[in-house]
């Protein structure tokens, strides 16, 4: 029975219990957690501006050993280093086919619905299904993910490192790289400095960008955005950071923009300080009912702006976290730089109530 952090309603904190897990089913894999990221999407979850269904063990950044293997499972053996991906690919729908496997038919349909690829949960407590956020369910010391959420690393990428990739790395890094069209010697602006805007910045500077500007309210993530590479630093609490952003950028604007917090106020800020022709990424994840004041005929027609959303940073996990752990290997990518604190799973809440904290880019659960 592997213990597991479960939200039971919004607003309360999450509870470390005893729970029941399936055997993996055809197409499945059990997976021992070795760590997991503590996300701001788990929070949102907690608070109900992401909605996703309860009870559930939540958790989604994670990485692990494959210690059991359900009928048919080809690609994975037990044994295997395994991060695990919030959106199944499964490689062959209309949507992988088309380069886009972040939008995958059945993995999306999985990951909404709080179950797995048939849409049933592998928690239960007491008799009471419990479901798994995001296809995952990484607070648990044990979970079963379809075999196509799971993908192979090397065994001697440390699990703490690895579980960064599952979600911060994958959807930052991958929202410069994969999403945005940033050139060699652009200035980037990227609003929202936690555990996905630190990625967004090493992205930025892995294709080039001469400027990187980071944008926050907190002194804290200020200072470790510079250690990712941020070369101009900005203070949203510190008079209007779209006016400083026009300053830094002589007056024309930044090439590209991305908003990395979820808010209404800073996704129009990040669309009004990219210049003319320039590209904003929205990356946080707002509130369901949050709409945005967009000007149709000056910004989008005659400045020619494009704006778009990121999901999971446009990744094919199969392609890019293979990528993302050579590059770590080889130097090129910071993960451990990541995480501030390693916690035991008991620590969730605390992590949860630090996540705004100056000094904490990433939280990181260790299972022994
Ligand atoms: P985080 O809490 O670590 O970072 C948020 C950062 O925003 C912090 O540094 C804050 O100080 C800063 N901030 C808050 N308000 C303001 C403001 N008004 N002006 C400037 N800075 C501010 O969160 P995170 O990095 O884990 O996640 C960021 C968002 O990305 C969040 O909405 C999460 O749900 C979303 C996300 N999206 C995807 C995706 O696929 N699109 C994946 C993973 C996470
Ligand atoms: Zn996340």
Excluded at 50 to 66: D, I, M, T, W
């Amino acid at each position: 029975m592997p213990r597991a952090a479960v939200a039971r309603e919004i607003g309360s904190p999450l509870e470390v219990l005893d729970v029941e897990l399936e055997a993996p089913k055809a197409g499945e894999v059990r997976v021992r957690l070795g760590a997991s990221g503590v996300c701001h999407s788990d929070l949102s979850v907690v608070n109900g501006t992401l909605l996703s269904p309860l009870p559930s063990v939540l958790g989604h950044e994670g990485a692990g050993v494959v210690t059991e293997l359900g009928e048919g499972v080809e690609n994975l053996k037990v044994g295997d280093h395994v991060v695990i991906s919030w959106v199944p690919q499964c490689g062959r729908c209309y949507f992988c086919e088309h380069d886009q496997g972040e939008l995958c038919e059945s993995g999306s349909a999985a990951a909404m619905s709080g179950g797995l690829l048939d849409m049933t949960t592998r928690f239960s407590i007491g008799g009471q299904p419990l479901y798994q956020m995001a296809a995952s369910g990484t607070f648990s010391e044990e979970t079963v993910v379809p075999a196509i959420g799971a993908v192979k690393i090397a065994d001697d990428i440390p699990l703490t490192a690895a579980a960064l990739i599952g979600c911060g790395v994958l959807t930052g890094f991958g929202a410069a790289v994969n999403t945005a069209d940033i050139r060699p010697g652009d200035t980037v602006a990227v609003i929202g400095c936690g555990g996905v805007g630190l990625n967004v910045i090493q992205g930025a500077r892995h294709m080039g960008a001469d400027r990187v500007v980071a944008v926050d309210m907190n002194d804290g993530k200020l200072q470790t955005a510079q250690k990712f590479g941020a070369t101009d630093l900005v203070d949203a609490s510190n008079g209007d950071p779209v006016a400083q952003v026009m300053e830094l950028s002589g007056q024309r604007g930044a090439d590209v923009t991305f908003e990395v917090i979820g808010l209404q106020q800073t996704i129009e800020q990040a669309f009004n300080m990219a210049r003319r022709g320039g590209q904003t990424i929205l990356v946080g994840v707002p509130k369901m009912e949050v709409m945005v004041n967009i000007p149709a005929a000056i910004g989008l027609v005659i400045m020619e702006k494009q704006i778009r959303g990121c999901w999971y940073g446009s990744s094919n996990v199969h392609r890019d976290i293979p990528t993302l752990t050579r590059l770590y290997q080889e130097g090129k990518l910071m993960l451990d730089e990541l995480i501030s604190a390693e916690i035991p799973l008991d620590g969730v809440n605390d992590a949860l109530d630090n996540m705004g904290s100056g000094s904490i880019a990433r939280s990181v659960i260790k299972y022994s």
